[in-house]
């Protein structure tokens, strides 16, 4: 089940998993004021992999709080280019990956897009509208420069899909916590689980809950049957209230609490 | 059937492909519905119960078939026959109808208990609330707060037919943002809910059945055509938002010598000045700028303003079946009070722009027979030109 050619991003979350740790991956908005801050707050104080999303001016898997965090490091001039730029500088030890709609990648081309990630440094990307049936020609130019694609895989989805979303994803696989789009919630949705359950019976590869995990509360649930967690809104509301240190001082938090609650 | 009797405008590849426009780029959790949407859809338009039930919605409630009127005094004036097909004169206003008792019929029958839908002029907002109420659904439409503020009187329509209307605050408070909206709302709703996209776009099948059910404008004006005048018209004009009057209207005459017209706002001009992208679902022609950001429509015309287009049209544009001009603002005022003045028929802004190019394409088409689908009436677009008249 396993290919010899494991991508360097999945060798490192195995081995991770393995050892006993639960994965934690904040999500940052690449452009947002104090963004490249915020990324070496988070590397410092516990994460295992950080997502950087690209702004796309219709990003329908968003919700408010990151909808207007892409809107504002648009207007404040943010490109792919200029977001790459950035990460360039960051000099983190922590693997780096992208979330970007489908357009950015479309428009770049493929290859040139997977080319581009790759010299920057990135190590994997998450494309939320790009489905299973779609992804052919863009897993194609991802595999030839050892980039990991993470497939998203959905609370709707029939059994029998979950085993072929896993089989294309690399890295990890993205455990879609709730129906709906980013952002806080009150709750762990039942969902989350539940779906985290069904891919752990099918997959061998590191499952990673994300959309809804609004805390450390949540995150220690979904932890509980997960190998870790995606944490996006909330911290990208942190970054825009209170700034980089508020992100360190949250991914601080959140991983004490996982890491307590699994020894 | 062989591929020669095959119509260019067929059913599209599996993977919901018109050439290379077209497919289903939606989140993970959208594509179960998408595949049950599309297995539902075959399967209904197969079934001979449904059709019947549908054609007598469309006979007795939308009042199919729409008659075609032809401009004697316009005509005359611009040395040409002008005919329009007569969508206007729907239930509820404009061509948006056959869509949507289709899709609502069809949702019903699967089972959904909620309609969502996006809107632009909101004529589609309406015939959706229409329907909704008709078949006992609930019914929540997203709304960009610029024509929220513009289309005032279709708002209150929609409220009056018990439907929610949420307007959308996001990006450029059109037409591509309460898209976006109403997307974001089918994520999380999507087991009871179904979406009612309004035009021949979104991820497969949408365009497709779409289209379907727009298909009965073309084949009755063609059929009225050849029983009026004896052969088929020497051009077919329609205007382009998402394309579905459009298609409906080529349906009927794509196999035929016909040049097929759709036009353009200048400033939503997907085809005159898109490159391929994905949004929305689907890949097809689209204004955006060098990093693949959607780029903001402005149309006088909230049906129109969009930056996006139908796949299949950007298939139609690209094998050369199709053309794609753009009419500008100021000639669609020009057009929609011409319109008024000689022939007693206050369009919808959208079709003005499609009389908009004929008025302006007319010395080139001398004796020509020109079929103008007529998608709405102007009743909605009465205020905002009073504005711009004074
Ligand atoms: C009267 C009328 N015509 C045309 C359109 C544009 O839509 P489409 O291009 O799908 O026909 C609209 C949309 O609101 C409309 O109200």
Not at chain 2, 80 to 89: A, N, P, S, T, W
Not at chain 2, 94 to 103: E, T
Not at chain 2, 241 to 269: C, H, M, Q, W
Not at chain 2, 361 to 370: D, F, N, R
Request: net charge negative; with cysteine; proline share 5%.
């Amino acid at each position: 089940m396993i290919s010899t050619s494991l991508t360097p991003l999945e060798v490192t979350l195995r081995a991770k998993r393995d050892a006993g740790r639960k994965l934690l991956v904040p999500y940052v908005t690449g452009g947002l004021k104090g963004w490249t801050d915020a990324i070496r707050a988070a590397a410092a104080n516990g994460a295992d992999v950080i997502e950087i999303g690209l702004p796309f001016s219709d990003p329908v898997m968003d919700g408010p709080i990151i909808q207007q965090a892409s809107q504002q490091a648009l207007d404040d001039g943010a490109t792919p280019i200029s977001i790459l730029e950035g990460v360039r500088t960051l000099d983190v030890d922590v693997p780096l990956v992208v979330m970007c709609y489908y357009n950015t990648v479309h428009h770049a081309g493929h290859e040139r897009f997977a080319s581009q990630l790759f010299q920057a440094g990135i190590v994997g990307a998450i494309i939320p509208d790009l489905p299973l049936e779609e992804s052919g020609p863009w897993c194609a130019a991802a595999d030839a420069v050892g980039l990991a694609t993470i497939m998203l895989a959905a609370p709707t989805a029939p059994d029998e899909r979950l085993p072929r979303v896993c089989a294309r994803a690399r890295g990890f696989v993205y455990s879609v916590g709730l129906l709906g789009v980013t952002g806080e919630r009150t709750e762990l949705a039942a969902t989350a689980s539940l779906l985290a359950k069904r891919l752990k019976k099918v997959t061998d590869i590191p499952v990673i809950i994300g959309v809804g995990v609004s805390n450390s509360a949540q995150a220690v649930e979904a932890c509980k049957v997960a190998d870790g967690i995606v944490q996006g809104a909330s911290v990208v509301r942190r970054l825009m209230e209170g700034g980089p240190d508020a992100v360190g001082a949250y991914v601080a938090e959140v991983r004490a609490a996982i890491d307590a609650s699994t020894v | 059937m062989s591929i020669s009797n095959q119509s260019i405008m067929s059913e599209p590849s599996e993977s919901g492909r018109f050439g290379e426009f077209g497919g289903r780029f939606v989140p993970e959790t959208l594509v179960p519905a998408c595949q049950e949407l599309e297995a539902a859809f075959r399967e209904a338009w197969a079934d001979p119960i449904f059709r019947a039930e549908l054609d007598q919605l469309l006979k007795e409630y939308a009042g199919r078939p729409s008659m075609i009127t032809e401009c004697y005094q316009l005509g005359a004036k611009l040395g040409i026959r002008l005919v329009l097909k007569r969508e206007d004169l729907n239930h509820t206003g404009s061509h948006k109808i056959n869509n949507v008792l289709g899709q609502v019929l069809l949702a019903k029958r699967m089972g959904k208990k909620h309609i969502v839908a996006e809107t632009g002029a909101g004529q589609h907002g309406v015939a959706s609330a229409t329907a909704a109420a008709l078949m006992g659904m609930s019914c929540k439409v997203y709304m960009g707060a610029v024509d929220v503020e513009r289309q005032g009187l279709n708002v209150f329509r929609m409220k009056l037919l018990g439907a929610e209307v949420e307007a959308v605050h996001s990006g450029s408070r059109t037409l591509k943002d309460a898209v976006n909206e109403a997307m974001r709302d089918w994520v999380a709703s999507v087991e009871s809910t179904h979406y009612c996209l309004g035009s021949v776009m979104g991820p497969h099948p949408y365009p497709w059945m779409v289209r379907e059910f727009h298909r009965v404008i073309g084949s009755e004006a063609r059929e009225q055509c050849l029983e009026r005048y004896g052969s088929d018209p020497d051009f077919v004009v329609a205007c382009v938002g998402g394309g579905s009057n459009a298609l409906g209207i080529f349906s009927g005459f794509v196999d035929t010598k016909a040049r097929l017209i759709g036009v353009e706002p200048a400033g939503g001009a997907a085809v005159g000045r898109g490159q391929p992208g994905v949004v929305h679902g689907m890949r097809s022609y689209l204004m955006q700028d060098e990093y693949g950001q959607v780029q903001e429509a402005h149309s006088i015309s909230a049906g129109l303003d969009y930056p996006g287009v139908g796949p299949e049209h950007s298939y139609l544009a690209s094998i050369g079946r199709a053309e794609y001009p753009t009419v500008t603002d100021t000639e669609v005022i020009e057009a929609f009070q011409l319109m008024a003045k000689t022939e007693g028929i206050i369009p919808a802004l959208e079709c003005a722009h499609a009389l908009a190019w004929i008025s302006r394409e007319a010395p080139k088409m001398q004796g020509k027979t020109v079929l103008m689908n007529l998608s709405g009436r102007g009743d909605k677009d009465v205020g905002q030109m009073m504005e711009i008249l004074g």
